[in-house]
């Protein structure tokens, strides 16, 4: 008697969860914490500081398109693979050589930052893609929230490392390094391209049964085989975009200058190390409850909601003051919500509307898109900083792209195939 093989849809969720903690949460989450003891040693502007994040940010962007490529003629597993492969090259490339402000520049804005663009979203929001149809908004919050983690645990762990040796960056990015060589074995070992590959199918179930939560699903996801050229055509996908755009920029501005606008208001490092840990399980926070939500309501309002966090969050975030912990680490909380929430909805939304096949393209180029709108956020900051002295104005600037994120997604509404209306 054969026995049927158990759906291996949520193993591989964990797999991907796994990846993620380990390919974006060392090297951006630790690296953000690296780098500052870096900066003491390097002396460089604030501007060339946060150049470092706007290159990282704009090449995990722009090589998304060629992740999505290399996915579609190879496969997710060699993806993984080749992301791996590019940060250990970064992390090396920082501990062993790094001297001079444009060794810095470099090695985390571009090795790391390509490294990261193959080793995790892309790569993972496919993975889920093909997986899951139901329960693709909660599989993909999952499968995402590992970052937040790595972060919690990652930011505050490579603080207390860096105090305990004497603040040696090198040492720390060499611990990277060995990271990436193990986030290549986990991708070789457990992931797997396709349930068909494995003679399963999406969801794991072959009788859906829930006829009630089925037609939930078929008004949320599309039964309709897009192509690329066609999603292009249609306006709910360059909504999609810029509501991409919203939940980014103000991401890729905190992750460079939030422990450095946390210093010059006086706050000491390890409580700032905490803020950032506490950003990172708002992030985890945020990735399930908009996952929730894409599987219940309808995409663009799940996104309006995620975006509000960044308005309020803005507002603590400029009241900052060493004498009021508790606001700093409510605006991290916000600010970390609002991300992982809209994150979620960011890449569901792509899949739900024009589903898998087209999905790879789709979502590389909307993270293209996104990394060189949103790049520049980490370079915007610190200069407002060298010109004013302070965050409020960059803060500021995050409230008016969140609102411009809301007005987008009203008109983020389910496309109907070519030829029978609304496009």
């Not at 290399?70 to 062993?96: D, E, M």
């Not at 992030?283 to 309501?297: E, I, Q, S």
């Not at 960044?310 to 900052?320: C, H, K, T």
């Amino acid at each position: 008697m054969t026995t049927k093989q158990p759906f291996y849809g949520w193993k591989l969720v964990g797999a991907l969860w796994l990846l993620d903690f380990l390919n974006m949460g060392f090297p951006l989450y630790g690296g953000a914490v690296i780098n500052t003891y870096m900066l003491k040693e390097i002396a460089m502007s604030r501007s060339t500081y946060g150049l470092g994040f706007t290159l990282l940010n704009l090449l995990v962007g722009l090589a998304s398109v060629i992740v999505a490529a290399s996915i579609v003629k190879w496969s997710i597993r060699r993806a993984f693979a080749i992301g791996s492969a590019v940060i250990l090259s970064g992390a090396l490339w920082l501990a062993l050589l790094a001297s001079e402000p444009w060794h810095y520049v470099v090695g985390f804005g571009i090795l790391i930052g390509t490294g990261i663009s193959f080793g995790t979203i892309v790569p993972v929001s496919t993975a889920v893609t093909r997986w899951f149809r139901r329960y693709r908004g909660r599989a993909m919050a999952v499968a995402l929230s590992a970052s937040g983690f790595a972060g919690f645990i990652g930011a505050p762990l490579t603080n207390k490392i860096l105090a305990a040796n004497g603040g040696n960056w090198r040492q720390a990015w060499e611990v990277v390094a060995g990271v990436a060589v193990f986030s290549a074995l986990v991708a070789l070992l457990f992931v797997k391209e396709s349930p068909e590959a494995l003679g399963q199918i999406v969801d794991g179930k072959e009788d859906r049964g829930d006829s009630a939560r089925e037609a939930i699903t078929n008004t949320l996801v599309t039964n309709f085989a897009w192509t690329p050229g066609q999603a292009y055509l249609t306006r709910s996908y360059w909504m999609i975009v810029i509501g991409g755009i919203a939940c980014q920029f103000p991401f890729f501005f905190f992750t460079a200058h939030w422990l450095l606008h946390l210093r010059g208001a006086g706050i000491a490092a390890a409580d700032g190390a905490w803020a950032m840990g506490l950003f990172s399980i708002g992030a985890v926070g945020g990735r399930l409850v908009g996952g929730w939500l894409m599987d219940r309501l309808p995409a663009r309002f799940a996104f309006m909601m995620g975006l509000c966090c960044y308005l309020l969050g803005s507002v603590l975030a400029i009241s900052v003051n060493s004498h009021a912990l508790l606001i700093a680490y409510l605006a991290a909380i916000l600010y970390g919500t609002g991300f992982g929430w809209t994150f979620v909805c960011l890449n569901t939304s792509t899949a739900h509307f024009f589903g898998p096949l087209a999905f790879p393209e789709l979502n590389g180029m909307a993270l293209l898109l996104t990394g060189v709108f949103c790049s520049p956020a980490g370079f915007i900051g610190g200069r407002l900083f060298d010109i004013h002295g302070n965050y409020t104005l960059a803060f500021e600037l995050n409230m008016v792209v969140a609102a411009c994120g809301i007005v987008a997604s009203l008109f983020a509404m389910m496309p109907l195939p070519p030829g029978s209306g609304r496009r």
